[in-house]
C-alpha cells in the first residue's frame, strides 16, 4: 500500500514537473513568436522605408532630367527659329533686291519706248474715266432715290431730305464699292505674299516686262491692245493659273 502511494506521488510528481515543462515551453514558443513578429515588422517598415527613400530619389531624378530635356528643346527650338528667320528676312532682302533691280532696269528701257509711254497715259486715263462714270452713276442712284423727298410740301424740308438722302446713298456706294476694293486687293496681295511670292514670279514679272519692251511695235501691230492693260491681265492670268495648279496638287495630295 504504501509503495502505491509513492509511486503514485512519484507520477504525480512527474506530471507536475511536464506541465512546469509544458507552459515553460510554451512562455519560450510565446516570447519567441513575439519576437518573429517584430522582426517581421521591422523588417517590413525598413523595407517599405527603403522603397519609398528609392521611389522620391527617382522622382525628383525624373523630374531634374524632364526639366533639363524641355529647356534643352526650348533653347534648341528658339536657335532653330531664330536662324530659319535670319535665312528667311535675307532670302526676302535678295528677293526684293532683285525685283526692285529687275523693275529699274526694265521699265528704264520701256520708257524710252513711245508705244508705252502712250498706252501708259491711255490706260491711266481709262481708269480715270471710270472712276469719272462711276461717280456719276453713283450721283445719278443718289439723285433718283432723294426724289422722294420731293412728295413733302414744305421746300426748306423738302431740300434738307432730299440732299440728305442723296449724300447718304452717295456714300454708302462709294463706301461699299471702295470697301469690296480694298478687301479684294487686301486678299489678292496677301496670297500672293503667302504664296506666290518667289523667284518664279519674279521671273514671270520681269519676262513679262522685257517681251513689251522689245516687242511693243509687233504686238501693237497683230493686236490693237493697251500693253499696260496687256501686262495687268498677264500677271493675273499667271497667278491664277498657277492657284489653280496648287489647289489641283493640294486636293491630289490630300485625296
Not at 533639363?68 to 526684293?96: C, F, G, P, W
Not at 471710270?130 to 424740308?157: C, K
Amino acid at each position: 500500500m504504501e509503495e502505491a502511494l509513492k509511486l503514485q506521488r512519484e507520477s504525480e510528481d512527474k506530471v507536475s514537473a511536464c506541465n512546469r515543462q509544458a507552459e515553460i515551453l510554451a512562455a519560450r514558443e510565446s516570447k519567441i513568436c513575439n519576437l518573429e513578429e517584430n522582426l517581421d515588422r521591422e523588417i517590413k517598415n525598413k523595407a517599405e522605408n527603403m522603397i519609398k527613400s528609392d521611389r522620391q530619389r527617382l522622382e525628383w531624378e525624373y523630374k531634374e532630367y524632364k526639366r533639363k530635356a524641355s529647356q534643352e528643346y526650348k533653347e534648341k527650338t528658339s536657335a532653330i527659329i531664330k536662324k530659319y528667320d535670319t535665312m528667311t528676312k535675307t532670302y526676302y532682302v535678295e528677293l526684293i533686291s532683285l525685283v526692285m533691280f529687275s523693275l529699274i532696269a526694265t521699265l528704264s528701257q520701256v520708257w524710252k519706248e513711245p508705244v508705252i509711254t502712250e498706252d501708259t497715259a491711255n490706260f491711266f486715263s481709262g481708269l480715270w474715266s471710270i472712276l469719272v462714270t462711276g461717280y456719276g452713276l453713283t450721283e445719278y442712284a443718289g439723285r433718283s432715290i432723294a426724289g422722294v423727298a420731293e412728295a413733302i410740301d414744305n421746300p426748306t424740308a423738302s431740300a434738307v431730305l432730299y440732299w440728305i438722302i442723296c449724300i447718304l446713298v452717295i456714300v454708302t456706294i462709294i463706301g461699299a464699292v471702295g470697301a469690296g476694293i480694298v478687301y479684294v486687293s487686301y486678299r489678292y496681295a496677301a496670297y500672293i505674299r503667302e504664296h506666290q511670292w518667289d523667284r518664279h514670279t519674279v521671273i514671270a514679272a520681269v519676262a513679262d516686262l522685257a517681251v513689251t519692251m522689245f516687242l511693243a511695235g509687233e504686238i501693237r501691230s497683230v493686236v490693237p491692245v493697251n500693253l499696260i492693260l496687256m501686262q495687268v491681265l498677264l500677271f493675273l492670268g499667271y497667278s491664277g493659273a498657277r492657284a489653280w495648279i496648287q489647289h489641283s496638287r493640294a486636293e491630289r495630295l490630300y485625296f
